[in-house]
């Protein structure tokens, strides 16, 4: 005769990473002072990564580090992060995000740094899509500011032994977690 | 006859995590010259899944007192690895009226495998990368060779105090009664 197993324990694993996509960019780059939409991919542009699970099952986290050089401009420039060029937010052309409401690009992303040249600028981002209807498939991540002038978070991002002879080639560095709701 | 199972569990999800490890670090310092070189620590991660099972991302955020300009950042990494050596850190320095103030704030974060991941190849040989010790390193490294301190003293304990041999070692106090520990933490990740 078979075993019967009554009141099996109903816990499951919660919280797990499903999947972990990384970027990287070692590339130094100049950053362009610019306003509107084309400021909002300017720092990460159109990185594609796969959900492997549906909304209901899983949601997305973002962390990483840039690093920058020079800090130009005063700190409030609507620096954003977002998935699908979601929610960008205040805008005065609205037709650059068509569809997309207002808020939830804002924020995730944070900086400091100095106004003098060949200065390091430190670029921390850490943003939690829980909020955010993803499903399984492709999805991009758009890093960058939305202002109503022309304005940029830092003269440089990646810098190198160009900007002084003292630094190896710096590198972005952003990880996308599929984390199970 | 047939096994039944009564209120069996939900489906479990899949989890890439198999391990995690944590290195609480503490003051090293006062460095009184330039290197262009150092090690501030080192974690001996016990990795518990072989090379072509798993792989490293580690993560450590941490002050140190006196600002220090141009400087390159420690930097985390494993020992061994060949490749991505300067990913993923930086460092802020107090800045005031043309003047390095007070102290830093450090954040560094990096991966290491030995397989393929996302379309790069391997960074560490598998070799230096089993079940077993994998030391996992913060360290700075000067292009030029020239001697530098991106900090004076990391993650200075209570008291600390100044050294000597810096431009603002006068702005390294001695009134805090906490150590102020970093934190380094290791995730182990299935491929």
Same mark, same amino acid.
């Given at each position: 005769?078979?075993?019967?197993?009554?009141?099996?324990?109903?816990?499951?694993?919660?919280?797990?990473?499903?999947?972990?996509?990384?970027?990287?960019?070692?590339?130094?780059?100049?950053?362009? =002072?610019?306003? /509107?939409?084309?400021?909002?991919?300017?720092? !990460?542009? %159109?990185?594609?990564? @796969?959900?492997?699970?549906?909304?209901?099952?899983?949601?997305?986290?973002?962390?990483?580090?840039?690093?920058?050089?020079?800090?130009?401009?005063?700190?409030?420039?609507?620096?954003?992060?977002?998935?699908?060029?979601?929610?960008?937010?205040?805008?005065?052309?609205?037709?650059?995000?068509?569809?997309?409401?207002?808020?939830? =690009?804002?924020? /995730?992303?944070?900086?400091?740094?100095?106004? !003098?040249? %060949?200065?390091?600028? @430190?670029?921390?981002i850490h943003k939690s899509f829980k909020e955010f209807i993803l499903n399984s498939g492709s999805h991009r991540l758009d890093i960058g500011w939305n202002a109503n002038s022309d304005v940029r978070p830092c003269e440089?991002?990646?810098?190198?032994?160009?900007?002084?002879?003292?630094?190896?080639?710096?590198?972005?560095?952003?990880?996308?977690?599929e984390i199970a709701r | 006859m047939g096994r039944a199972i009564k209120n069996p569990p939900p489906v479990a999800v899949a989890s890439k995590l198999v391990a995690t490890g944590e290195y609480i670090m503490q003051q090293v310092g006062p460095l009184n010259s330039d290197y262009s070189n150092y090690t501030l620590w080192t974690y001996n991660y016990?990795?518990?899944?072989?090379?072509?099972?798993?792989?490293?991302?580690?993560?450590?955020?941490?002050?140190?007192?006196?600002?220090?300009?141009?400087?390159?950042?420690?930097?985390i990494r494993c020992l061994n690895q060949t490749a991505d050596l300067y990913n993923g850190s930086q460092y802020h320095f107090g800045y005031q009226n043309s003047a390095e103030m007070e102290f830093n704030l450090h954040t560094c974060q990096n991966y290491a495998h030995s397989e393929t991941l996302d379309g790069r190849s391997a960074n560490i040989s598998s070799s230096n990368f089993g079940v077993g010790t994998v030391p996992i390193i913060i360290r700075w490294d000067t292009l030029s060779g020239g001697?530098?301190?991106p900090g004076h003293?990391?993650?200075?304990?209570?008291?600390?105090?100044?050294?000597?041999?810096?431009?603002?070692?006068?702005?390294?106090?001695?009134?805090?009664?906490?150590?102020?520990?970093?934190?380094?933490?290791?995730?182990?990740?299935?491929?």
């Open positions: 005769m078979a075993r019967q197993l009554f009141n099996f324990p109903t816990e499951s694993i919660t919280g797990g990473i499903i999947n972990i996509t990384k970027y990287k960019d070692s590339t130094r780059k100049a950053i362009a =002072a610019s306003s /509107g939409a084309t400021g909002r991919s300017a720092l !990460v542009n %159109n990185f594609t990564f @796969t959900k492997l699970r549906n909304n209901a099952d899983s949601y997305i986290l973002v962390t990483g580090i840039i690093g920058g050089m020079g800090m130009p401009n005063y700190p409030h420039i609507g620096m954003c992060c977002t998935i699908d060029q979601i929610g960008y937010g205040q805008t005065g052309q609205p037709a650059e995000a068509p569809n997309h409401p207002q808020g939830p =690009a804002g924020g /995730g992303i944070y900086y400091c740094g100095n106004y !003098v040249v %060949n200065e390091g600028t @430190t670029f921390i440089y991002i990646n810098p190198n032994s160009t900007d002084n002879n003292r630094h190896q080639q710096c590198a972005t560095h952003i990880l996308v977690y | 016990p990795k518990q899944k072989a090379a072509n099972e798993t792989y490293l991302y580690f993560a450590a955020q941490f002050n140190s007192l006196e600002a220090y300009s141009y400087a390159p950042s420690p930097c001697g530098n301190r003293t990391f993650c200075p304990t209570a008291r600390a105090g100044a050294g000597t041999g810096g431009s603002q070692t006068s702005a390294m106090d001695s009134r805090g009664e906490s150590i102020w520990y970093g934190y380094l933490r290791v995730w182990e990740i299935a491929y």
